[in-house]
Every structure is written in C-alpha cells, then in structure tokens.
C-alpha cells in the first residue's frame, strides 16, 4: 500500500531507517519466551539442549539444569530434533513515533549441539503522539494459519487487520524506550496482559486511560480497554468512584451494575448508587428490577395491542355484558372488555388475557368472585354450553371450585337466551 497522508508518508520514511534488533532482546527473547528441552532415554539419561550437559534425572515433567540452570521441559524419547517458536516484541522510538517491532524467533534444539535461533521481524505498530496509529509488515499470504508471512517479502506499509492485532498481543523486552508523552502519561514497567500497541494508543488518545494507569488500576484500566463502549457509559460513575476512594470488588460486575442503574433512571452521579456495600448483592438486586422492568414493558406492550382489539371483542361478545349470576356468597360475571380479561390474567397468573380467549367466538370467559375478589376464571364453551376450565391462581382449582361450577351450569340458560337473542 502506497502511503497517502502526511502520517503514512512520515511512517514509511521512518520505517526505513531501523537498526536491526539488538542482541541482548533476541537472547531475552531467547530465555524467556520459549520452551526448553531436556530429552530423556529410556534409561534416565538426560540430556540439556540448551547447553548439551547430560545427567541422570528422575523428575516428573519439569526439571533445571545443573549445568546452566535453564528450566526444562523433560521428554521422554529418542528425538533428537525439538522446534519452538514464539512471537516477541521491542519498544522503540523513530523520529518522534513510538513503534512496537514485533519479531518471530524460532529456536531450533539438537542433541549434541547448540540452539540455533533464527530471527525475523514482521511487523511493525507506529504511533504518534496523538495516538493515530500505521502498520508497516511483511506481506501475508493467503493461508489457514495465522502466521503465514511471505518471507522473501519487505517490511511495508500494510492495512491494519485482526491478524496484526492478534499476533501483536505478544511480549515485550522489558528494557524498552518511550516517547516522552507516553512516559508522562504513566507508561512504565509492564503492560498490565494488555496488547502494547493497544495500551500505548489508548494512553496517548484518552486521557481517562491515562488516569487509570496513574491511579495505578489495572485491572480497570484492562477491562475497560476491552470494553470501551463501557468506558463511555461508567466514566462519570467512575470519577465519583475515584473521589470516594470507593473499591471495586469486581469491575465487570460494577460496569454491569451502572449500567442497569442506567436503564433504571437511576443517578449514577449519585455516590449512594455507584459505591454500594455490597456490590453483588446490588448487581442482583438491580438484576431482578430490570427483570420486572422488562416484563412490564413486555405486559404493557402487549396489552396496547390487545386494546387494539377492544372493538371486535364488543362486537363479538357485547350480547352477553352485564350477565351476572349468584348463589349469596359467590358471584360470577362476564367479563366485558379485553382490559378485564388482561386484568384477570395479571391477578391469577394465567393465560386468559391471550387474544386465543376473549377473540374466540366460541368461548365465553366469566370471573367468580367474592366480595369483588378473584377466585377463578371460567371458560364456557358457546357451541356446547359446556364448562371448558375454571381455574384459580396459578391455574390451580380453589375449594370453591365445585360451587362455581354448579352455579354456572344452574345458570347456562341465560347464556342461551343471550345468544338466541
Ligand atoms: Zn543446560
């Protein structure tokens, strides 16, 4: 890719005036980046191939070397050949830009011989001091594994991808330099498992990454790099969070929690609710209101549709209104509007507010009730005058029930009437 703004053309320039990477980073790389090797025979004769001193070793897995003190990885075999590779990375600075080199080291062990290491660079993140960031690579090639780089390729300006990202994500030499803002921002020492190139642009671009990092919260500053749309959302929780010297058991629960407090109306500039006590009995009790919050939204949008039907529901069963019956203590009546039938569903906790039931030609719904208080809902069949169901709370039956239905049968006949009229 041709370079096309100012940036591009400053990076490409910069790009190519790189000293290789120094020695002591390959040999850092070397040690602590990759697996070491001891090969066992079958008789416990133990070979180091990072030196080739042989002893007899009776260790499990792991053992060190006596000789040169490498942490080894015990195989047992008759191998002589063993390969690992790792990526690796080295911060510098180039004409005012920070740059993560990132280099694929590859370490090839023989019994009986030294390591032989083999280096190549393959990317490159550039940064300036705004945090506008440029990849200059070697060109990939179309392939299944991550890795593949054509190695006869030059190191160039390149788009970024995912790939980059991925392997960029990589260790650093920690005796690395850093433009002077980023070391004012709080760069110094590790990089908290966050991506470099991603913690360095980060720093550079928002200043409120740069008042975690010298808050020295780390495992914020992580979750909220991941998770930048969060960040958005939690800042003014956290600035509150921070004057109070509030602790967060749990950032990701507590970002969860500002956000329901959000959805809830709540203040989240509100000390109160942004450093509760106990922030997971909290998050729970913020968990369950969001629940019913839903469901009552749910509720109420399906009872604006059903309202929609109040029209045809009058149409279809008005002949039967203001039908009551009585035997002195309980008292059964039709209901007359999809509101009552709603209203039912919601009290009893069953399914008679469903449009299968007040829009059915074929049924009638009627309410049983003492002294105005629900007991059950009757479904009468209006083709056969037969009492379909009733039933109380949760769909259970009451001990009322058999009276309920005597009094309905008693009763038929003027349900006929009605609909004869
Ligand atoms: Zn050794």
């Known amino acids: ?9 400053k990076v490409a320039a910069a790009n190519e005036r790189l000293q290789p990477i120094k020695d002591k980073a390959v040999e850092w790389a070397f040690h602590h980046t990759l697996n070491h090797y001891a090969f066992r025979s079958p008789k ?13 070793e009776k260790g499990d897995k792991k053992c060190i070397c006596p000789k040169c003190g490498a942490k080894l990885e015990i195989n047992d075999t008759l191998c002589r050949k063993a390969v690992d590779k790792s990526y690796c990375s080295v911060l510098e600075t180039q004409d005012g830009m920070q740059i993560q080199r990132v280099f694929l080291l590859t370490a090839v062990y023989r019994k009986g011989g030294k390591p032989e290491i083999h280096i190549r660079e393959t990317l490159r993140y550039w940064l300036d001091e705004n945090g506008q960031s440029a990849v200059t690579a070697l060109r990939r090639t179309l392939g299944f594994y991550r890795d593949s780089f054509s190695l ?16 960029a994500d990589c260790e650093v030499y920690p005796r690395y330099t850093a433009i002077p803002k980023l070391q004012r921002n709080g760069l110094k020492g590790g990089f908290c498992g966050i991506a470099p190139q991603r913690l360095m642009k980060a720093l550079l671009s928002d200043n409120r990454i740069e008042t975690m990092m010298k808050a020295g919260q780390k495992a914020h500053l992580k979750y909220f790099i ?3 749309q969060r960040l958005d959302e939690c800042w003014a929780a956290y600035r509150i969070v921070m004057r109070n010297n509030y602790h967060i058991a749990d950032i990701g629960v507590w970002a969860d929690y500002i956000n329901m407090l959000v959805q809830c109306g709540k203040d989240i500039h509100n000390a109160h609710y942004v450093c509760p006590t106990d922030l997971m009995a909290a998050h729970d009790d913020y968990q369950e209101k969001i629940r019913i919050l839903r469901e009552r939204e749910k509720l109420e949008e399906n009872r604006r549709k059903a309202l929609e039907h109040e029209q045809e529901f009058r149409k279809m069963k008005g002949r039967f209104f203001g039908l009551e019956f009585t035997d002195g203590t309980i008292v059964v009546s039709v209901l007359d509007s999809v509101l009552a039938h709603y209203q039912e569903g919601d009290a009893l906790h069953h399914c008679v507010g469903l449009e299968s039931y007040f829009l059915n030609p074929k049924c009638l719904i009627l309410s049983a009730r003492i002294n105005g208080r629900r007991i059950e809902t009757v479904e009468l069949s209006l083709t056969s005058f037969k009492i379909l169901q009733s039933r109380g709370l949760q769909n259970k039956s ?14 038929v006949k003027h349900v006929r009437k009605r609909m004869a009229a």
């Not at 009451?398 to 009763?411: C, F, G, M, Q, S």
Request: positive net charge.
């Open 1 to 9: 890719m041709k370079p096309k703004t100012r940036f591009q053309y």
């Open 226 to 228: 991941y998770n930048s």
């Open 398 to 411: 009451t001990e009322y029930h058999d009276r309920i239905i005597a009094l309905v049968r008693k009763n």
């Open 152 to 167: 006869c390729s030059d190191i160039e300006l390149r788009n970024d991808s995912d790939v980059f990202q991925y392997i």
């Open 44 to 56: 416990g004769l133990t070979t180091c191939l990072d030196c080739g001193h042989k002893w007899y």
